[in-house]
């Protein structure tokens, strides 16, 4: 079975700073997807930023970018020039080629101090 | 545009009552929907999902079910609420296939006392 993990309970990184959440999978797939999903207080799940396991370019959306390294089976969320607006619960999340459920990760909890 | 409702916002039920949680997604049709829990500090657990009306899969055995009765609805219920039901409830649709992600509804938190 597929399981996400996201070894930082909690991140804090001062606004327009640089901060890199983690997370690593386990899958025996070759094809499949994996996304970040942010919560903030409103409790609203947001989607970040996608990636397609087959594509070898990083995806980038605006300050958020990917780090994706398949051998190694991770996949960190950069935020760059950090905003205040950026604090609340990153959630990764994989998806595989041929189903639509997603496996979430445990959560990282984002602080963004001024 | 597509758009997801799920009410009520929030909700407190005495132990043993019924539930329904609805969800309606505007917008798209056959979309599939997902109904999630999310227990105080930790990831969603995904409780149900359906691909069509009347096609409800269950992903862990517990006290709840799911009703699919139109192709934009989707309901979550009890018979007898217990106190381990309480925790904030996520309705999401997608597409199908490729890197279609999940779009989620506010969410309802329940408090069961």
């Known amino acids: 079975a597929q399981t996400v993990t996201q070894s930082q309970p909690e991140m804090s990184v001062q606004e327009a700073e640089t901060v890199t959440l983690s997370c690593t999978y386990d899958t025996s797939e070759s094809d499949y997807y994996l996304f970040w999903y942010k919560q903030p207080p409103s409790r609203q799940m947001i989607l970040v930023i996608r990636q397609e396991a087959y594509k070898q370019q990083n995806a980038t959306e605006n300050r958020f970018s990917v780090n994706f390294q398949k051998a190694a089976k991770s996949f960190s969320l950069k935020i760059s020039d950090s905003q205040l607006g950026d604090a609340a619960m990153y959630f990764c999340?994989?998806?595989?080629?041929?189903?639509?459920?997603?496996?979430f990760g445990t959560g990282t909890r984002l602080q963004v101090f001024p | 545009s597509q758009t997801i409702h799920q009410w009520p916002a929030t909700l407190v039920q005495p132990v043993g009552s019924p539930l329904s949680l609805e969800c309606t997604v505007e917008?798209?049709?056959?979309?599939?929907l997902y109904w999630y829990r999310q227990a105080a500090g930790r990831g969603l657990q995904l409780l149900f999902y359906?691909?069509?009306?009347?096609?409800i899969s269950s992903e862990v055995p517990q006290n709840l079910s799911a009703s699919r009765p139109q192709d934009r609805q989707f309901i979550l219920s009890s018979k007898k609420l217990l106190l381990s039901d309480s925790g904030f409830y996520l309705c999401?649709?997608?597409?199908?296939?490729?890197?279609?992600?999940?779009?989620f509804g506010d969410g309802t938190r329940l408090s069961i006392l």
């Open positions: 917008g798209t049709s056959n979309p599939n």
């Open positions: 999340a994989y998806r595989t080629y041929n189903t639509d459920k997603l496996i």
């Open positions: 999401a649709w997608s597409g199908r296939g490729g890197a279609v992600p999940q779009h």
């Open positions: 359906s691909v069509g009306i009347g096609q």
